[in-house]
């Protein structure tokens, strides 16, 4: 179950990732934004050591393509995949899968990327695999469409092919 302390902190997270200010001055508003960017890292870093899973899928409802700071969408994406890593990988990757349902319609191509990421880490890409055969048909489609996508940025890179087939 998830901390009352983690929620209030993803909830946070979910206030600022646009990272927009309120302020007319340019000056003001670029220290409110870096201000913002830095509370928002330093709310990423102590979930990153989260050891509930189920945080996953609600920090991927987070991510946005359409956030005016892309570093810190990627900083979430890679404290989504180190919280799969130092916890139960299986039901990470499941929590993935089904946040993915969750960022599709507005960051699909933090989505992809996240996707590309798992399909390059060894450790995670059997699991990935696994956790997609046994994964309800809805969620399934999703994920195919998004491996077709990566397959065309890709080629075979990732022998997409085969694991649209095995899946």
């Known amino acids: 179950m998830i901390k009352n302390e ?9 206030k600022i990732r646009f990272l927009d200010s309120d302020k007319e001055d340019d000056d003001e508003m670029e220290e409110e934004i ?6 928002y890292e330093n ?9 509930e899973v189920s ?3 609600k920090l991927c409802s987070i991510a946005e393509d359409k956030a005016t700071e892309l570093s810190a969408v990627e900083y979430l994406l890679k404290v989504i995949l ?19 349902l969750y960022m599709v319609p507005k ?9 590309i990421w798992i399909l390059k880490d060894g450790n995670l890409r059997g699991k990935y695999i696994d956790a997609l055969k046994n994964t309800q ?8 469409e998004l491996l ?12 997409i092919n085969e694991i649209l087939q095995q899946i």
């Open 6 to 14: 983690e929620l209030k902190l993803i909830e946070e997270l979910g």
């Open 34 to 39: 870096e201000e913002k960017i830095e509370r």
């Open 43 to 51: 709310i990423l870093f102590k979930l990153s050591e989260s050891k």
């Open 55 to 57: 945080i996953i899928s």
């Open 82 to 100: 180190k919280i799969v890593r130092n916890n139960d990988i299986e039901q990470g990757i499941n929590q993935i899968i089904e946040g993915t």
């Open 107 to 115: 960051a699909r191509q933090k989505a992809i990327k996240l996707h």
């Open 137 to 144: 048909y809805e969620k399934k489609t999703v994920i195919k």
């Open 148 to 159: 077709k996508e990566i397959m065309i940025m890709f080629k075979d890179e990732f022998n």
